[in-house]
């Protein structure tokens, strides 16, 4: 899916880290003059969104350390993020808005729900961790997920030049001698396969999980619904739509959400003047805002409203907001109390909720990946046998074919050197017309219809091999093998990416997989074979000499009894038949032998068959290597809760002791 795609990506990202060497240090150093830089010579709003987005995504790595802290941060500054060029996903967000602002663009940092790593269909996502941007551009509000967009965590791939073959000095039309020239090539043709097995073999991936740099285009600016199969945001409003789906909609798998978004669900709102009320409030009161409304579309997690009026009592304490607000409404006098208590207590009351419910869903979640990966890892091990069993089947049939093949060769010979046998012994069989004056049907009619039911055969049998060759089964069993380096390799991929949702795809994706694999032995068991043919068209031959011999011995007492006068006209009609049976067998076994040589170097493509077992097995390995990472994420953002619900605690035990002064 991204294969050109993602090229002219990474060739516009090196233009523009070559672009980032030629900006002077003092405009890299200021967010305005960056932006202003940056969107030079653009006109439209969306060039200049464009513009700002590829240089975040190009040159903002994602913070992968700090997935592994406890601290939990109070508002990002953007210029500490254009400094160290790392971020997390609010970070990217409060960048660009920065940047946007700066060239006179509207954009809301939006907070909510994403498919993550470790979700699939039926998975309530009840915690809002990531954040992304709504951006006005002409009168319309578009969205956009710079972290997304950016790359992705997943093992880091080694760096290596791509395979090329041995070049050898002497070529193969230099050498003259046929027999020789074929022995050297098949010599090099081993060793090719050979080196190029050694270099597949090769790790392409370290024993690490890191950020991977991978900018695109995937979440930027696309349509609201789309955006919707994996970004959820806290406030339905940022959902741009009239019929705005509910948190348990969020949980339907990606095509019976894609239904529910094309279906009214009854879920009116007016999303415009949503927008505008929510932008009315500064940026504090945007938390409050996000507490109330967030709890109230999500009332499973009090956490939400816990943290946002959180958020919000810690900015107003900040040194730095109130170092600027005095006189504003902002500034902590005593008439304030009543209201700054009332607002502790809220947090006090639902951080004590929030404590139970992240308890009980960090309990659930361990359980849940647990018998989730159990169910994969099952799964897994049933595909690795499929597969296995078809590289054993292709060496079966590999063999089946090879003497398949042999005996043609020598069927062949055989009904040539019957024929030519047959053929001088009797000439006039080669220009034969029946029926012939003098033959009594009556001594032949028992015969001559023995030889035309093998006749009939043998026609209805080169007739069904031409019928079913040309819609060969090894066509399907090639297609299947395809599919299942083409799903295994897209499946190599989604496994590594696990900053977004792709288990649902994942499963599916197994799922084809076992069907191809299955359908495929099904085709070694059931189909394969009845195209290569088998003994009975010499079956046909012999059955043929047999009442040729037999009718010999009977028109030779018909002879001597004198009730046939022309014996040899009577033996010249069987041969006649005879030879008829023999060149529909000869046609038959040499369509065969063509057919085997066409299909041979299909099936003998033993490689790859191995590269697909090996990609199996490279499944399961970065299977468990997900898992891993999975188990690590869920433990570390307990701990961060853990340690924050600790930090609320002692906060607003401290206020409350301020504010009843």
Do not use: C
């Not at 920065?98 to 998975?123: C, F």
């Not at 705005?244 to 007016?270: T, W």
């Not at 009161?285 to 958020?311: C, D, L, R, V």
């Not at 977004?500 to 499963?507: A, G, L, P």
């Amino acid at each position: 899916m991204r294969s050109l795609f993602t090229l002219l990506i990474f060739i516009f990202s090196f233009i523009s880290l070559g672009q980032d060497a030629k900006i002077p240090p003092k405009i890299m150093k200021s967010i305005p003059l960056l932006a202003q830089y940056l969107t030079q010579g653009k006109f439209s709003q969306r060039d200049k969104v464009t513009a700002i987005h590829e240089w975040i995504t190009t040159n903002i790595a994602y913070e992968y350390s700090a997935l592994s802290k406890k601290e939990y941060l109070v508002g990002i500054d953007p210029n500490t993020v254009l400094k160290v060029k790392k971020a997390l996903s609010d970070g990217y967000v409060e960048l660009m808005v920065a940047m946007l602002r700066a060239v006179k663009i509207e954009s809301e940092t939006i907070a909510g729900y994403v498919h993550d790593a470790g979700w699939e269909p039926g998975d309530l996502t009840l915690e809002a961790g990531h954040a992304w941007i709504a951006i006005k551009i002409n009168d319309e509000w578009n969205l956009a997920d710079p972290t997304w967009d950016a790359g992705y965590i997943g093992r880091l791939p080694i760096e290596r030049k791509p395979y090329k073959p041995k070049k050898y000095i002497l070529p193969l039309n230099r050498i003259k001698n046929e027999m020789k020239r074929n022995k050297v090539e098949e010599k090099r043709e081993h060793e090719e396969e050979e080196r190029k097995e050694v270099f597949d073999d090769k790790p392409q991936y370290k024993d690490e999980i890191g950020f991977v740099p991978f900018p695109t285009t995937e979440f930027f600016l696309i349509h609201p619904d789309t955006f919707l199969l994996t970004h959820l945001p806290l406030d339905p409003v940022w959902q741009l739509r009239k019929d705005y789906v509910s948190i348990e909609d969020f949980a339907l798998s990606e095509d019976s959400l894609k239904l529910r978004l094309a279906n009214d669900g009854g879920n009116n709102q007016d999303f415009e003047t949503g927008i505008e009320v929510y932008r009315s409030r500064d940026f504090l009161h945007q938390f409050t805002a996000n507490g109330e409304k967030g709890f109230a579309y999500n009332s499973y997690n009090p956490g939400i409203k816990a943290t946002n009026y959180y958020n919000f009592m810690a900015l107003v304490h900040s040194k730095n907001i109130q170092r600027y607000a005095r006189g504003s409404i902002y500034e902590i006098s005593e008439e304030k109390y009543p209201a700054l208590l009332s607002i502790n207590d809220t947090i006090i009351k639902y951080t004590k909720l929030y404590s139970i419910f992240e308890k009980e869903l960090y309990k659930n979640r361990k359980e849940f990946d647990k018998s989730k990966y159990a169910v994969s890892k099952t799964r897994d091990s049933d595909n690795l046998k499929l597969i296995k069993k078809i590289g054993a089947e292709n060496d079966k049939l590999t063999n089946y074919v090879d003497l398949n093949s042999e005996r043609i060769k020598s069927d062949i010979q055989r009904i040539q050197e019957q024929l030519e046998t047959t053929v001088e012994s009797y000439p006039s069989v080669t220009n034969y017309h029946e029926p012939r004056e003098g033959l009594n049907f009556d001594y032949l009619q028992v015969w001559s219809d023995s030889m035309q039911i093998q006749i009939d055969f043998l026609k209805a049998t080169r007739d069904s091999l031409i019928k079913q060759r040309e819609n060969t089964h090894y066509n399907t069993m090639l297609t299947d093998l395809s599919y299942l380096d083409f799903w295994l390799k897209v499946n190599s991929n989604s496994v590594r990416f696990n900053t977004y949702s792709n288990n649902e795809r994942i499963e599916k994706n197994d799922s084809a997989i076992a069907a191809h694999a299955s359908h495929m032995l099904m085709l070694f068991a059931d189909s394969l074979r009845t195209e290569h043919v088998q003994k009975d068209v010499m079956g046909a031959v012999k059955s043929s000499s047999t009442y040729v011999r037999g009718s010999r011995t009977v028109f030779k007492r018909l002879k001597t009894e004198q009730k046939i006068d022309d014996l040899n006209a009577y033996e010249t009609y069987m041969q006649a038949k005879m030879v008829e049976v023999l060149k529909l067998a000869l046609e038959i076994q040499k369509n065969s032998a063509l057919f085997n040589a066409a299909v041979s170097p299909a099936i003998k493509n033993n490689a790859t068959v191995k590269a697909i077992i090996k990609l199996m097995e490279k499944q399961i390995e970065y299977k468990e290597d997900k898992k891993e990472f999975i188990e690590e994420q869920v433990e570390n953002e307990h701990l961060r809760k853990v340690s924050l619900m600790d930090k609320m605690r002692e906060d607003t035990k401290k206020w409350k002791v301020a504010y009843r002064r």
